[in-house]
């Protein structure tokens, strides 16, 4: 346990930053994003497959959007109280355009929730944490061809989703 | 969903990835995983230790350590005091055979004592913190509903109202800060008009006199 707790350290230390910033853009939200992160690294000091894993920072990264995504999910089931409702996270000053700003991104984050995990992965890595398609490739294990793929697939399906009216998508595809 | 286009989508997607926490969230954040991680550590090292010290509290374990003790001495003192030596091998085997039937039954019972009373403790407290768990959120979950219906939906609506209410006002005072501009230009043209009207009396007044 002592060597698990050195190396969540020293991924604390590396990216630690990078996957708060993370959760930050996933969430929308600096206090709910600290939570997560609390959690991601609770859950990685007991997961038994984290020492398996090749990639430990891979692994936090797959586990922090999983999480993210969760908690859009249960969010969607359990509305917000008045009272709990926080200042979203954005880079505009006034409050209405700040507000409109996060209603749209709500609106893009709910439909990349609805991807499948893999396209997921690699469209966030690729689109909301800008990333080369080779490291991303590097980091998922598949050749930047397939990343590419991926992520084209993906873009196509969010179109779809947040263009059409009439098709409105229940399950999951790509 | 509503219809959004493609440069509407890159936009958004744009911004977000221009979302920074700020620095001050980020090493808060840093700082509260690394204290969990510390305290998720000390709290397995902790349930270890009060598991091996429950086991040393027994005063079986403490019978068994003691007996162990005076064996361990007596044969010490009769190897010292023997006229001729003994046979080890033969001894070793005694010691071990009273060992093992006077400790490890004594140890397997005490462990199986202790690890039987620490899990039930540990599932009774588990299950009625489940059951007090299950019950708050039942509890929470339905009294928030109704509150919820209503605040959650309309809870942008009353923002935007907020800032409608905002610029309107803003509106209505340039309103009257102009019809204020306007008032005070219709008495300077009345105090114009005044004086022109003296004058004219004071010229028609002149005038008429020197017809006269």
């Known amino acids: ?174 | 969903m509503s219809k959004i286009d493609e440069n509407n989508i890159d936009h958004r997607l744009k911004a977000l990835s221009q979302i920074e926490p700020s620095s001050k969230a980020t090493n808060r954040a840093i700082q509260r995983a690394r204290e969990t991680l510390i305290n998720e550590n000390k709290s397995r090292q902790g349930t270890n230790t009060r598991i091996w010290r429950s086991i040393f509290k027994s005063p079986i374990t403490k019978f068994a350590a003691a007996a162990v003790l005076l064996i361990a001495a007596g044969y010490a003192t009769g190897r010292l005091s023997a006229p001729e030596p003994m046979d080890v091998e033969e001894l070793k085997t005694a010691l071990e055979t009273s060992l093992k039937s006077s400790l490890e039954p004594a140890i397997r019972q005490d462990l199986i004592v202790q690890l039987n009373e620490q899990w039930q403790s540990a599932f009774a407290v588990s299950s009625a913190r489940l059951k007090e768990d299950l019950q708050q959120q039942v509890r929470r979950d339905l009294t928030e509903f109704a509150a919820q219906t209503l605040a959650a939906s309309g809870t942008l609506t009353n923002q935007r109202l907020i800032e409608l209410i905002r610029l309107i006002e803003a509106a209505r005072i340039r309103e009257r800060q102009q019809v204020a501009a306007a008032l005070e230009q219709i008495e300077q043209d009345k105090i114009r008009l005044e004086k022109g009207l003296v004058t004219l009396a004071a010229q028609t007044n002149e005038l008429l006199g020197t017809k006269q």
């Open chain 1, 1 to 174: 346990m002592p060597d698990r707790q050195k190396e969540l350290f020293e991924l604390l230390d590396k990216s630690g930053a990078n996957l708060y910033a993370l959760l930050t853009r996933l969430t929308l939200r600096e206090d709910i994003a600290e939570e997560l992160m609390q959690e991601l690294f609770i859950k990685l000091i007991n997961s038994r497959s984290f020492d398996k894993a090749g990639n430990p920072e891979a692994y936090a990264r797959r586990a922090a959007i999983n999480l993210a995504f969760d908690w859009r999910r249960s969010r969607k089931r359990n509305p917000l109280r008045l009272d709990q409702i926080r200042e979203p996270a954005s880079n505009d000053s006034s409050p209405l355009a700040k507000l409109v700003r996060a209603e749209e991104m709500d609106e893009i984050l709910n439909a990349i929730g609805q991807l499948k995990k893999v396209p997921r992965e690699a469209f966030v890595m690729r689109y909301v944490q800008q990333e080369s398609y080779d490291y991303i490739a590097e980091q998922l294990g598949k050749t930047s061809h397939h990343v590419r793929a991926l992520c084209s697939r993906a873009l196509n399906r969010l179109r779809n989703l947040l263009g059409s009216n009439q098709h409105k998508s229940s399950g999951k595809e790509t």
